[in-house]
């Protein structure tokens, strides 16, 4: 299946022997798409789709572990947390639109965390 082709060399006065493949042989590179397009591929698809995007049963850990400050022993209804999850991403959507244009604004690609601070002082 292989075939090699193999060539002496004599290097001062000792002989070599060297294995060489053959192109034909060699496997092909597995295709990459250059950096960023899949992320910007990524961003698309998240605009376009209503879907939350917070997992639901780690933000139900979250909001039990932070009431339970005020009561210990509360239950929540499944359509009140669900309420509190897309509450909570519109806010987070928003705040990251704002934060981008703070970005923008100071010539930036990249968002920082003065444009957070910014953005958060503004509203």
Known sequence: MNEFMVTEMNVFGSSEVEI?????????????YHS????????????????????????QRLVREI??????????????????QEASEAYLVGLFEDINLCAIHARRVAIMPKDIQLARFIR
Not at 25 to 32: A, C, G, I
């Open 67 to 84: 009431t339970q400050d005020f009561k210990t022993y509360l239950h929540f209804q499944s359509s009140a947390v669900m309420a509190l």
């Open 36 to 59: 960023g397009t899949v992320a910007l591929r990524e961003i698309r698809r998240n605009q376009k789709s209503t879907k939350l995007l917070i997992h639901k049963l780690p933000f």
């Open 20 to 32: 060489v493949e053959r192109r034909s042989d060699r496997r092909k590179k597995p295709h990459r």
